[in-house]
C-alpha cells in the first residue's frame, strides 16, 4: 500500500484471471501477499486509487514496510492475526504515491489450503475527515455547553420528550439520573404559585403560532431550595406552520434579582429617610428657636444641630470598617443629645460596617420618632439609650435598650408604616421588642453573639458580665 503498492501486471484480453489473482474490478485496494507478507499482485483500481508509479517497483516488497513507520506494527500485527486464522481489521492513514494523505480501512484474511495473504483497503478518507470535523464540531458545542452558566433545553413537541444540557447539575444540581425526559419532569419543578402561568403561556405560544417565548419564574434546585430565572425559547415549526420543537435557554437570576429588589428597597429607605431628615431639621429649628432669646443664639445653636445630624448620616453613608458602638450613637444621636435630652452608655462594643449600617439607621428611626410624636416633642421630655452584654437561654447577647420618658401620653399605633419596619427588620439576626407604655415608648433590641463582629470579643463578654 501507498506510494510503493504499484500496478499489477495487465492480463491479456480473454484471458482467465489465474486461481488467486485479485479481481481487478475491485473499487478497493486488493493485494496478494506471499507467506512471508511480500507482495504478489495487486489490482488496477486499486492502482489509481493509490496513485502508484508502477507495480515493478514494489513486487516483492515487504507489505508493512510500504505504510509509514507509526504503522507498520499495526500491519505486522493483522499479519500475524491472519496467520492464527483470524480475519484481522484496522484502520490507518497512509499518503498515494503522489502524497495525498488517505485514510484505509484494511481487512487482511489468509486464503485457505494456501500460505498467501489477502489484504483489501477501503478508502475511507471523505468519512473520516467529515467524521473528523463532525468530532470538532461536538467538542466545541461540548466546552460551549460546559462554559455557559446557562441551562440549554430543547423540546420534541412531537413526542413531549426533553433535552437538558450540563447547565442542569452545574446550576441547578441534579445528577443524570435525577433528570426526567419528559416535559412533565420540567413543568413539575417550576414553582407552585407560578406553574400555571408559565404552562399556559408556553402553550398559548405554541397554539398561536409564535416563534419565540419568554417568561421568568421560579424553578426548584435538587436541594430543594427554588432560583429565580429567565427562560427564553424559539419555537421551531414546518413549512406548514406545525410546531416541531421548542429549544431554549434558561439562565439564572436570582443574584440580579435579589440585587434589584435590595436596590429598590434602598431607594425606598432613602426617601423615608429624607423625609424623616427633613422632619427633624424641622425640629430642631422650632425647639431651638424656643430656647433662644436673640437671632445670634439662634444661628449658632441651630448650625451646630444640624452639622451633628449631617455627622450622624454619614455614618450610613461612609463607614467602611466597623465603628465603636458609642461613637455611632454619639453622632448619630448628636442632634437629639443637645441639651441633656438624651443620654446614651454601655460598655465597649465593636460592629462591622454592614451592622452600623443598620443600628444607624434604627437610632435615626427611634430618635425620629420621639422627635415627631414621643418624648422629644415636648419640651420636658427625656430619652436614653443603653447597652449591656447578657446571657439569654444559655446563649451570649448585646441588649441594647432605648426608653423615652416625660413627654406626651403614648398610644399604640393602629397600624404599622415603615419605619416600623424599618425597626423590626434592619438587622439581621436581632430580636427587637417595642413596648407602647402610656408612661413612654421603649424599644429593645436583642443582638445574638453571632451576629456581633469578632472585635467583640470573648474578654470584653466576660469582663463586662
Known sequence: ??????????????????????????????????????????????????????FESVRGRYWPSLWPPQCRSLVEQSLRDARRGETATFTAECPTGKGAPKWWDVTVTMLPGVEQFVAISRDITAQHMADLAANRSNERLHSILNATADVLW?????????????????VFGYAPEQIGPRMEWRHAHIHPE????????????????????????????????????????SILRSASGEAL????????????????????????????????TLAVVQGIFYQTKSY??????????????????????????????GANLEKLATEQLAAFIGEERVTIGGPEVMLDTELVQALALVLNELATNAMKY????????????????????????????????????????????????????????????????????????VLPRRVLDPYSSVENLAAAS
Open 1 to 54: 500500500m501507498g506510494q510503493d503498492e504499484g500496478l499489477t501486471r495487465d492480463l491479456p484480453e480473454g484471458r482467465r484471471r489465474p486461481e488467486g489473482t485479485p479481481p481487478q474490478s475491485s473499487p478497493d485496494c486488493v493485494k496478494l501477499l506471499d507467506a512471508a507478507g511480500c507482495i504478489l499482485r495487486f489490482n488496477e483500481s486499486g492502482l489509481r486509487a493509490m496513485e502508484s508509479q508502477g
Open 154 to 170: 430543547d423540546i420534541d413537541l412531537r413526542n413531549g420528550r426533553v433535552w437538558w444540557g450540563p447547565g442542569m447539575r452545574s
Open 194 to 233: 407560578d406553574r400555571d402561568r408559565v404552562v399556559d403561556s408556553m402553550t398559548t405560544a405554541i397554539r398561536n403560532g409564535d416563534v419565540t417565548w419568554e417568561g421568568e419564574f421560579r424553578y426548584r434546585k435538587a436541594d430543594g431550595h427554588y432560583l429565580d430565572v429567565l427562560d427564553r425559547g
Open 245 to 276: 420543537r421548542f429549544v431554549g435557554v434558561m439562565q439564572d437570576i436570582t443574584k440580579r434579582k435579589a440585587a434589584a429588589d435590595r436596590q429598590e428597597t434602598l431607594a425606598r429607605e432613602f426617601a423615608h429617610r429624607v423625609n424623616n
Open 292 to 321: 433662644c432669646s436673640d437671632l445670634d443664639t439662634f444661628a449658632e445653636k441651630f448650625t451646630a444641630r444640624i452639622l451633628a445630624l449631617a455627622a450622624a448620616n454619614r455614618v450610613v453613608a461612609h463607614n467602611e470598617s
Open 374 to 445: 414621643g418624648s422629644l416633642s415636648s419640651s420636658q421630655g427625656r430619652a436614653s439609650l443603653t447597652w449591656r452584654y447578657e446571657r439569654e437561654h444559655g446563649e451570649e447577647v448585646l441588649a441594647i435598650r432605648w426608653v423615652e420618658s416625660g413627654g406626651p401620653p403614648v398610644r399604640t399605633p393602629a397600624t404599622s408604616g415603615l419605619g416600623s419596619k424599618l425597626i423590626d427588620e434592619a438587622i439581621p439576626g436581632a430580636e427587637v421588642h417595642r413596648d407602647f407604655n402610656v408612661a413612654g415608648f421603649s424599644c429593645s433590641i
